[in-house]
DNA sequence: TTCTTATGCATAAATTTCTTATGTATATTT
DNA sequence: AAATATACATAAGAAATTTATGCATAAGAA
């Protein structure tokens, strides 16, 4: 007489989304691009602005993000005004008259890149 | 009685292409697409190629270029045939079977993250 | 009520991936 | 004879991330 024994594994398997990787140097244009639509967003806001409209595909780390965020502060292309809310801080970066002109050269560069890559890439004679 | 004096300046203006700021990250993909289309070449050939396709705008630097051809040899992803060319040494690299499979991959990443940015960068709703 | 998750900021260390600088050597063009 | 092109290589430095922490409050679940 056997006795029979059932084991049953219930195993969960995580679905990274293969946190897509940022192409390093892309991240600022993202942020100004951000801005430039919004007029003005916090840098939370910004990490969940950018998931949603990538269905989870791009996550802003907030380790890249803050410190981006302080050196476009820095140079003179955001300005922040710091709110309270809810009894948590919150910090609202928009772009300045300077980080409008550098929005728009960001983004001809990178459609510029963009292109390269393409004929690069999507070319059979290359 | 006034002396006229006239100065001529010759002043040679030299336009850098501004050396297209290769976005970290797709230095791999680019190399790997060449060997798929070409199935064989030497670090040289693919500077002199991307710059031709590129029109100048994307130079891929030797101290960027040849780490990264080694990189890839150590992953597995190429293989590497010495030759002697005039006297002078040639390292032609093509795709191992891995090498190939691994090209599809980034070039699908390198789609995706194209499709991420234009849908980021592009839209108004953003 | 307590624990976890979400919200909101921040920084430091490590890693990746380039640029810049330098080096060697031969061939070709000026 | 000197400069440029071909062909490789590596090291130091810079830039932009990831990963790992940390702190604090609010909201939701157990």
Do not use: C, W
């Not at 140079?75 to 910090?91: A, M």
């Amino acid at each position: 007489m056997h006795k029979k024994i059932m084991y049953i594994f219930v195993v969960q398997i995580e679905v990274l989304m293969s946190n897509s990787k940022l192409y390093k140097g892309s991240l600022n244009t993202i942020i100004l691009k951000l801005l430039q639509v919004h007029h003005k967003m916090y840098g939370y806001e910004i990490t969940q602005k950018v998931k949603a409209i990538t269905n989870g595909e791009l996550n802003i780390t907030e380790g890249a993000l803050y410190p981006a965020l302080h050196k476009l502060e820095a140079e003179g292309l955001l300005e922040v005004e710091v709110t309270k809310v809810d009894n948590r801080l919150r910090k609202y970066y928009k772009l300045t008259s300077m980080g409008n002109r550098e929005t728009v050269n960001k983004l001809t560069e990178l459609a510029e890149y963009i292109k390269t890559m393409q004929v690069l890439v999507n070319s059979k004679l290359a």
